[in-house]
């Protein structure tokens, strides 16, 4: 198993970007697929950004958001721009199978 430590996330207007970033303990190299996720308040935790074979986003973030690896670095990014206020939530990456999940890292987009 590996530990995901995500980081990355803060107080931004709506419209505006976050570059969200996950490191692993561990080789990531072996994971054929990873994700990013995301739980707001009193919501299930979902998957929004999933790469393996291809990259895949959910509708509501399609467009917005780029999910990216860098297997050397053991990492995984997930660029989010136009970012609107339904974003809010707690964000986690994690793999397949799955691992233990991090911390997240909390995005907040208000005026």
């Known amino acids: 198993q590996v530990q995901f430590v995500e980081s990355g996330g803060g107080f931004v207007q709506p419209g505006g970007s976050l570059r969200l970033s996950c490191v692993a303990s561990?080789?990531?190299?072996?994971?054929?697929?990873m994700g990013w996720y995301r739980q707001a308040p009193g919501e299930q935790r979902e998957l929004i950004a999933g790469?393996?074979?291809?990259?895949n986003y959910v509708d509501s973030v399609k467009g917005r958001f780029t999910i990216s690896r860098d297997n050397a670095k053991n990492s995984l990014f997930l660029q989010m721009d136009n970012l609107k206020p339904e974003d809010t939530a707690v964000y986690y990456c994690?793999?397949?199978?799955?691992?233990?999940w991090g911390q997240g890292t909390q995005v907040t987009v208000s005026s």
């Open positions: 790469t393996g074979q291809r990259t």
């Open positions: 994690n793999a397949l199978p799955l691992q233990p």
């Open positions: 561990g080789s990531i190299s072996s994971f054929y697929a």
